[in-house]
């Protein structure tokens, strides 16, 4: 087996760990460690081909909203800047159990090799505990006689203030220009005979409260335990162990 194919396996293992397991220090130590393996086993310039291009789609999006909210759009780019991957928003038809189609929200990661896979995780577990943490903020209103449009600015402004206190704590790694050139080429030919339309992204509206809200999303957002495993001491090391006895 090629030491490729064994990284790009040992990465499936710890998607997996994350995705079948809620524990948030599982899932810090597993973003960590694909983080660290997507920036140390990086594709070079002179090894880029279009056919080294991949793509993988989230289906189930928080939010179905033509204009999507600037939280959602942040929280998919922190995916990105997380693999050096890129990203862009569409739609699908959804079936219900009923028979029911309704249109719905897709995103769709592409970049190199394994990244999206590795972007799509992130993303994944991001949302679960973005949509954890805001529940638990905006349990704090339900005995509280408050406007229901508040209500919603409040719940909007708090997932943006999360959203920017986890880009505090995840790692950058941009792609080169090599690959930036390959990147814009694939999608070119991805969409070809077809305009991506532009994205139109909806901030978080003002209310009474709504800076509070928004300092303690990003308070929890930057110290949720999920982020805790994406810096520091602990994460180093367990990198340079080789990793959870799981991975």
Avoid at 2 to 12: E, G, L, P, Y
Avoid at 92 to 112: A, C, D, M, N, P
Wanted: glycine letters at 8%; charged letters at 20%; a positive charge.
């Amino acid at each position: 087996m090629s030491d490729n194919v064994k990284i790009t396996a040992r990465i499936r293992r710890l998607m997996a760990l994350g995705t079948r397991n809620s524990n948030p220090h599982e899932a810090a130590r597993a973003v960590a460690l694909a983080q660290r393996l997507m920036q140390r086993h990086g594709l070079t310039p002179d090894m880029l081909s279009l056919s080294d291009v991949t793509e993988t789609v989230c289906l189930s999006l928080t939010s179905d909203a033509e204009k999507v909210p600037a939280w959602l759009n942040s929280l998919a780019t922190g995916g990105c800047i997380a693999t050096g991957c890129r990203c862009w928003f569409g739609w699908h038809i959804h079936v219900s159990t009923q028979g029911v189609e309704s249109v719905r929200r897709s995103l769709h990661f592409y970049g190199f090799s394994e990244r999206p896979e590795v972007a799509l995780y992130i993303y994944t577990v991001l949302q679960r505990q973005l949509r954890a943490a805001t529940d638990a903020h905006m349990a704090g209103y339900r005995t509280r006689r408050i406007l229901l449009r508040t209500r919603r600015r409040r719940a909007d402004q708090f997932r943006e203030g999360w959203v920017s206190g986890v880009w505090q704590v995840l790692q950058s790694f941009a792609p080169s220009e090599g690959e930036n050139a390959v990147l814009q080429r694939w999608l070119s030919l991805r969409h070809e005979g077809n305009t991506l339309a532009g994205l139109t992204v909806r901030v978080a509206g003002h209310c009474r409260g709504d800076r509070a809200a928004r300092v303690a999303g990003f308070l929890t957002g930057r110290d949720t335990d999920l982020h805790h495993g994406l810096s520091g001491a602990q994460a180093t090391r367990q990198i340079a162990a080789g990793g959870h006895s799981h991975d």
